[in-house]
């Protein structure tokens, strides 16, 4: 309320494997946070996202020597790239998200944002959900391959990370406080300008481990890829800082030119006059005059 900005990454889901079957279900979370975020502009729903474009998981086969990692297409791992020109977003490679949910804006005097959303290709998943293994990677291979069940991805481009900004209306608003006011305190309902980012899952910060030791975020280290995640975060904690210099340089794009192939062809006898014959008749003038000068100094 006094103008401070905040970074929310949270995780509406979790995930439980059942002692009997052995299989893992995905259940929805109670962070008692839905009227905290519902007044602010935006609702970030229990459920999942599936995305066809997304980041591959990696199994391992076989025993011991044997033993093979092939990749299959996970759609629970979107991959998010925005097309959106904010400085947060702009030239950046593709963010991994992992068990995302999905984020509804609603109507508030608030400006928001899209900062991340899924590829047109998703889907959301309600919850309570089955999550298994071998039947999801059959039915990622034959959307893959053969493009059935493409009738299911028809969620079109979902929100994952939020960005808000202006003047939030307090949420205890209305509300009987839980405790006393003393004379210091000022109870304020309408906040000054402030910025909100909020993203629909906290495992984009979280490192991968190469034994003890944490990997740089965003570098996956079953496929040897980077991903944006640290860039997103780096540019998102600058931004709330009001440092948009840093950002500004960050995403900074280089255009490198190159030739027209199409105007060299046409235009080649002049390129090769301006860039061979030009030279050699400036040196030759300019051997010219230098022994000009010099027979005239030499006969003085």
């Not at 030791?213 to 904690?237: A, C, H, I, Q, W």
Request: hydrophobic content about 40%.
């Amino acid at each position: 309320m006094d103008g401070g900005n905040s970074l929310w990454l949270i995780d509406m889901t979790q995930m439980h494997i059942d002692p009997d079957s052995g299989g893992t279900f995905a259940f929805g979370l109670d962070l008692n946070l839905n009227d905290f975020l519902f007044r602010y502009g935006v609702r970030i729903n229990p459920n999942l996202v599936k995305d066809i474009y997304a980041a591959p998981i990696v199994l391992a086969s076989g025993e011991e020597r044997n033993t093979q990692y092939d990749r299959f297409p996970w759609f629970f791992s979107p991959l998010s790239s925005s097309h959106n020109n904010h400085p947060i977003v702009t030239n950046m490679e593709a963010v991994k998200f992992d068990y995302a949910s999905a984020i509804d804006t609603l109507e508030s005097p608030i400006d928001k944002t899209i900062l991340l959303t899924t590829s047109p290709f998703s889907r959301r998943v309600g919850l309570p959900f089955e999550i298994d293994l071998n039947s999801e990677i059959a039915h990622n291979l034959e959307v893959i391959n053969s493009g059935t069940h493409m009738e299911l991805y028809n969620s079109g481009e979902v929100p994952l990370a939020v960005l808000l900004e202006g003047k939030f209306t307090s949420v205890y608003k209305n509300r009987v406080k839980p405790f006393q006011l003393s004379e210091n305190m000022v109870n304020m309902d309408e906040g000054h300008t402030a910025k909100m980012v909020v993203v629909s899952d906290g495992d984009l910060i979280k490192n991968q481990m190469a034994g003890n030791r944490p990997l740089e975020l965003g570098f996956d280290r079953m496929t040897n890829s980077f991903y944006g995640n640290k860039e997103f975060l780096l540019n998102t904690v600058n931004y709330l800082l009001d440092d948009t210099g840093l950002i500004n340089l960050r995403t900074k794009q280089i255009q490198i030119a190159f030739l027209d192939p199409i105007k060299v062809i046409d235009e080649r006898i002049k390129f090769q006059f301006i860039n061979i014959l030009i030279p050699i008749l400036l040196f030759g003038i300019f051997g010219f005059i230098f022994n000009y000068l010099r027979k005239r100094k030499n006969v003085k």
